[in-house]
């Protein structure tokens, strides 16, 4: 168990600047998820928190102590890899078993911790079994068991999911996430899934290009996104954008214009805005209502459905701009071609300027 500090953390290869600086705090017993596009830095800032590279410049504290030099063995953590490089000539006993019997443990000792990961991963009825017999869920249990035996201060994990099919992985975020509750370790998990971050993390670390766009709880980003990169990322389908306009500011109240010339009016921090402005309008597809139910509209053209039963995605466009998504739920009858009007409430929606999001009051 342990709190983890990222000061200015940089790292390089060569002239390639993978990480430009990162800043961070991990509290004892945090679920920590880092979060980006393919490519971002996310296993590069895990595997320096791991010692598997060494940081460029900056300082990683565990526990208060500067860790850069010490050996991924010293630093009392332990990582779970997507690949889940297990030997394909033991049992899942002597898998889980192995990194204990190397480092010198009493066999009771090796036993004794086993047997009860084994438990906490229902493994318990297959330790006989090879890699071969098991299946992807089973497999990347017993990776995740031969990093609990080791009794870590810290868990790693990088994309551990991904091999797994949806339904499997549904079931191991929930096993990943009690085991969590019933450990009480830090934990840092890298995924480039929202979902996953959505659902397992107390902290999202939002990655892009090296740096860090936002750090927040799950609802804080989905609610309360800092910039036009972070509304599009957290949330799916994806939050729509719109070019809008700055038609009038009264006090506190900016009246916006849609491209499909409908207006509304929104009270948030006006002096970041003038007359004449392009900003970006932003709303989740999740926040329409059909029909004029709510107080501002807007008009849309169907040129796609899809109905679930419990819920209907509708695609197509708002005043010439596509790509425009709309989730309701429930079961809606609609035409390709059909021009309907949606309304939504102000609190649901977005104002960003040059990227950034303005807050609203
Ligand atoms: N050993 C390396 N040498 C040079 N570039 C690397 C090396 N490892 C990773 N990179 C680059 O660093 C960037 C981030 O990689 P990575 O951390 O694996 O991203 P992610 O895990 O977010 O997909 C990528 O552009 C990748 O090509
Ligand atoms: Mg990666």
Same mark, same amino acid.
């Given at each position: ?251 506190? &109240? ?5 491209? /499909?010339?409908?207006? #509304?009016?929104? %009270?948030? @921090?006006?002096?970041? *805005? ?56 429930? &079961? ?5 071609? /059909?021009?309907?009007? #949606?309304?939504? %409430?102000? @609190?649901?929606?977005? *104002? ?10």
């Amino acid at each position: 168990m342990a709190d983890i500090k990222l000061s200015k953390i940089v790292k390089n290869y060569g002239d390639t600047k993978v990480i430009k600086g990162v800043d961070l705090d991990i509290k004892q017993g945090e679920f920590v998820v880092f979060v980006g596009p393919s490519g971002c830095g996310k296993s590069t800032l895990l595997r320096l928190v791991a010692g598997l590279e060494e940081i460029t410049s900056g300082d990683l504290e565990i526990e208060n102590r500067v860790v850069n030099h010490l050996d991924p063995s010293e630093r009392g953590i332990a990582m779970v890899f997507q690949s889940y490089a297990l030997y394909p000539h033991m049992t899942v006993e002597e898998n889980m078993g192995f990194g204990m019997k190397m480092n010198g443990f009493p066999k009771d000792e090796i036993a004794s911790r086993v047997d009860r990961a084994a438990k906490a991963l229902q493994l318990d009825k297959l330790m006989e079994r090879k890699p071969k017999d098991l299946s992807g869920g089973q497999r990347q249990r017993v990776a995740i068991g031969r990093a609990i035996v080791r009794d870590p201060k810290v868990f790693l994990f990088d994309e551990p999911l991904s091999n797994l099919d949806a339904e499997l992985r549904v079931d191991m975020r929930l096993q990943i996430s009690n085991l969590h509750r019933e450990l009480d370790t830090t934990m840092i998990y890298v995924t480039h899934d929202q979902v996953e971050a959505m659902t397992l993390a107390d902290k999202i670390v939002v990655l892009r290009d090296g740096q860090v766009e936002q750090v927040g709880s799950p609802l804080e980003l989905y609610n309360y996104p800092a910039n036009e990169f972070v509304a599009g990322f957290i949330g799916s389908p994806k939050m729509n954008m719109l070019p809008a306009t700055v038609a009038t500011i009264e006090g506190n &109240d900016v009246t916006i214009i849609l491209p /499909d010339q409908q207006s #509304f009016t929104l %009270a948030c @921090e006006a002096a970041r *805005l003038s007359v004449g402005d392009k900003v970006t309008f932003g709303l989740r597809p999740e926040h329409h209502a059909a029909g004029t139910e709510l107080p501002n509209h807007l008009k849309f053209t169907t040129t796609d459905i899809e109905r679930l039963g419990n819920s209907t995605y509708l695609f197509g466009e708002v005043g010439g701009h596509h790509n425009y998504k709309i989730h309701v739920s429930g &079961d809606m009858e609609a035409q390709r071609g /059909d021009v309907m009007t #949606f309304s939504f %409430a102000l @609190e649901n929606t977005h *104002l960003f300027k040059d990227g950034l999001r303005i807050p609203s009051l």
